[in-house]
């Protein structure tokens, strides 16, 4: 999957669309998932022109990677998903179920989540 500079978080971050923004840093943005799944829905994206984790890990600098995973760590403080759990999910490539091809990371919380698949 080739990056697309016209996928909505591309737009998300030229601040073509709005978004409800929760935090924002030099390197990441949190805003809350339009389409929740659960009570707590939160996407977590880097700043940077990002397909995938994969991509990711090979290309970002080790600032850009440790800005990510401190964001989803303070965002899950922030919102007290800490002490019951929470879930975090990034979707790769197509049999991973990716839809936006701009690397993104899913935090839910806020209510039990049941399995991690179905069958």
Do not use: W
């Not at 022109?49 to 922030?78: C, M, N």
């Not at 800490?82 to 701009?102: A, F, T, W």
């Amino acid at each position: 999957m080739a990056y697309d500079s016209e996928n909505i978080f591309a737009r998300i971050l030229r601040g073509e669309i709005p978004c409800n923004k929760i935090y924002e840093d030099d390197h990441t943005l949190a805003f809350y998932d339009i389409a929740p799944q659960a009570e707590t829905h939160v996407l977590v994206i880097p700043k940077g022109a990002y397909v995938s984790l994969d991509d990711f890990s090979e290309h970002a600098s080790d600032v850009e990677i440790a800005a990510l995973i401190k964001t989803v760590g303070k965002i899950a403080r922030d919102l007290n998903l800490v002490e019951d759990g929470y879930r975090i999910l990034s979707n790769m490539g197509k049999n991973g179920g990716q839809e936006v091809p701009h690397l993104h990371i899913h935090l839910f919380g806020g209510e039990p989540l049941g399995p991690m698949l179905t069958k």
